[in-house]
């Protein structure tokens, strides 16, 4: 049955990486300061689209373009995955998708949507749209407030975790006594 459910993955993943992989074709120069980037920013999160990709505006809006761009079969599939496995095998396929094509870094309705929930970090963003479109397909609640809860207290333990880490202790090289 998991190798069934993992060839399943693997075929969606596969679909969506056909989908959505002609996504940015034109980019535009990054800001060179503070200022240029929120001045980029506010622009950004107005558009409805930015290097030619439709921006969504909410979850509504994210479920309805998955649904449109994805093949049934692959809709289907996702569907009936366990979602941690869909959440861990397409994060770095189609979170990545979305991070890159719905503007993440730079600004776009979405990732200000997903600001404003309480987001910061873009992995977690595309991990609570994954998580997201799996319960949606499947009528769950999303739990959007307790599950933002746990990505921000999660990354914040990750954080506090890499900065109390200690150094590894080396031996220094000898030095050569000839």
């Not at 479920?63 to 692959?74: D, G």
């Not at 600001?115 to 769950?140: C, M, P, T, W, Y």
């Amino acid at each position: 049955m998991l190798a069934v459910v993992d060839n399943t993955i693997m075929r969606i993943l596969f679909l969506f990486i056909a989908l959505f992989s002609f996504g940015n074709l034109i980019s535009q120069d990054p800001p060179s300061n503070y200022k240029d980037f929120e001045r980029q920013y506010e622009k950004n999160i107005r558009k409805t689209r930015i290097n030619g990709v439709y921006i969504p505006k909410d979850l509504d809006d994210v479920f309805s373009q998955l649904e449109k761009r994805s093949e049934p079969e692959a809709i289907r599939s996702f569907k009936l995955a366990p979602e941690e496995l869909v959440a861990k095998k397409l994060h770095f396929s189609l979170g990545r998708w979305m991070i890159f094509n719905w503007n993440f870094e730079e600004g776009s309705r979405i990732s200000h949507y997903l600001h404003e929930l309480g987001l910061q970090d873009n992995d977690d963003r595309a991990q609570f749209l994954i998580v997201s479109f799996h319960r949606h397909l499947n009528e769950k609640d999303l739990e959007v407030e307790k599950r933002v809860t746990e990505l921000v207290e999660a990354r914040k333990k990750e954080k506090e975790k890499n900065q109390t880490r200690e150094l590894i202790e080396t031996k220094p090289i000898p030095k050569d006594k000839s």
